[in-house]
């Protein structure tokens, strides 16, 4: 492998499938109402409301998809100092994650973690307050260099997507069937499987899923974490069927395979990550 990729860190990966705040979808779950999701999110319900064009809030269905594009709730902004940059106090609920939280506020994973001199191998636990790094400016905040994204949801960096074709290795179980299987070989570390369109794709450990939706050009993202300090991202999906916090063993169903947008072939982007790490995911461990 290839060491300038060790640079880049997860914190790459979470830049380059990351959606902006105003791009940030909540799906509706049995028992949520318009009044206890905007509380969730600190938002005002009538603004979500006319952002989703919804009339009625009697109307709200589980499954739906609603926009939302402000500050979670609970969420306190600290100035500190002179200089345009201060912390929010989080407090963490049950399920939460660091790698679901940095991609929420929009931070990067390490910064996250020194600002609550947390290490690799931390568990966050309910009820702790966490300072949550942000920047009180009105354009958005620096995050680290990467391919951006265009308004039409595709990469602009074409070193993102560079790929090397590889034989099929039978004995190799991936998450899809993988009739072709190609290394990425850009500012990304992983490999691209072609499959069938809509065909199940599953775990190939057992973990928790630490972030689950949509990415601008990687169609829905699983990303399940294992222990050891590995993390597994399955990109390219059409539909998840897990959401953050749910338990996978190895084979359960994490959604169905989607047409990429760019090669309008169906192909999973599949990376492992050990400690921050990129790894050949042909050898990840597969329990």
Same mark, same amino acid.
């Given at each position: 492998?290839?060491? @300038?990729?060790? *640079?880049?860190?997860?914190?790459?990966?979470?830049?380059?499938?990351?959606?902006?705040?105003?791009?940030?979808?909540?799906?509706?779950?049995?028992?949520?109402?318009?009044?206890?999701?905007?509380?969730?999110?600190?938002?005002?319900?009538?603004?979500?409301?006319?952002?989703?064009?919804?009339?009625?809030?009697?109307?709200?269905?589980?499954?739906?998809?609603?926009?939302?594009?402000?500050?979670?709730?609970? *969420?306190?902004?600290?100035?500190?100092?002179?200089?345009?940059?201060?912390?929010?106090?989080?407090?963490?609920?049950?399920?939460?994650?660091?790698?679901?939280? *940095?991609?929420?506020?929009?931070?990067?994973?390490?910064?996250?973690? *020194?600002?609550?001199?947390?290490?690799?191998?931390?568990?966050?636990?309910?009820?702790?307050?966490?300072?949550?790094?942000?920047?009180?400016?009105?354009?958005?905040?620096?995050?680290?260099?990467?391919?951006?994204?265009?308004?039409?949801?595709?990469?602009?960096?074409?070193?993102?997507?560079?790929?090397?074709?590889?034989?099929?290795?039978?004995?190799?179980?991936?998450?899809?069937?993988?009739?072709?299987?190609?290394?990425?070989?850009?500012?990304?570390?992983?490999?691209?499987?072609?499959?069938?369109?809509?065909?199940?794709?599953?775990?190939?450990?057992?973990?928790?899923?630490?972030?689950?939706?949509?990415?601008?050009?990687?169609?829905?993202?699983?990303?399940?974490?294992?222990?050891?300090?590995?993390?597994?991202?399955?990109?390219?999906?059409?539909?998840?069927?897990?959401?953050?916090?749910?338990?996978?063993?190895?084979?359960?169903?994490?959604?169905?395979?989607?047409?990429?947008?760019?090669?309008?072939?169906?192909?999973?982007?599949?990376?492992?990550? @050990?400690?921050?790490?990129?790894?050949?995911?042909?050898?990840?461990?597969?329990?």
């Amino acid at each position: 492998m290839n060491h @300038r990729y060790r *640079a880049l860190g997860l914190a790459l990966v979470l830049f380059c499938l990351s959606v902006s705040a105003e791009e940030t979808v909540h799906i509706v779950e049995k028992g949520e109402t318009v009044y206890s999701i905007a509380r969730r999110y600190g938002v005002n319900q009538e603004e979500m409301l006319a952002l989703n064009g919804i009339s009625d809030p009697r109307t709200l269905q589980v499954g739906q998809r609603l926009r939302i594009s402000r500050r979670p709730e609970g *969420a306190s902004v600290t100035v500190q100092g002179a200089e345009s940059s201060g912390h929010i106090e989080h407090r963490v609920a049950r399920g939460e994650t660091l790698y679901g939280l *940095a991609r929420r506020y929009e931070v990067s994973l390490d910064a996250l973690r *020194a600002a609550n001199n947390l290490s690799g191998n931390s568990v966050l636990r309910e009820g702790t307050v966490l300072n949550v790094p942000v920047r009180q400016s009105s354009g958005p905040a620096p995050v680290e260099s990467g391919p951006r994204t265009t308004s039409a949801g595709t990469s602009s960096d074409d070193s993102a997507r560079q790929t090397v074709q590889r034989a099929v290795d039978r004995s190799i179980r991936w998450p899809v069937s993988a009739r072709e299987v190609s290394y990425m070989t850009g500012k990304l570390y992983g490999v691209m499987l072609m499959g069938e369109h809509s065909e199940t794709v599953r775990s190939l450990t057992q973990g928790t899923v630490v972030s689950a939706g949509p990415y601008r050009g990687f169609g829905k993202v699983a990303i399940v974490q294992r222990t050891g300090g590995y993390l597994y991202v399955y990109g390219g999906c059409e539909s998840l069927t897990v959401k953050e916090g749910d338990r996978v063993n190895p084979g359960t169903e994490l959604g169905n395979l989607g047409i990429d947008a760019v090669s309008l072939k169906p192909q999973l982007f599949f990376l492992v990550y @050990r400690n921050n790490s990129p790894i050949d995911p042909a050898g990840a461990p597969r329990s």
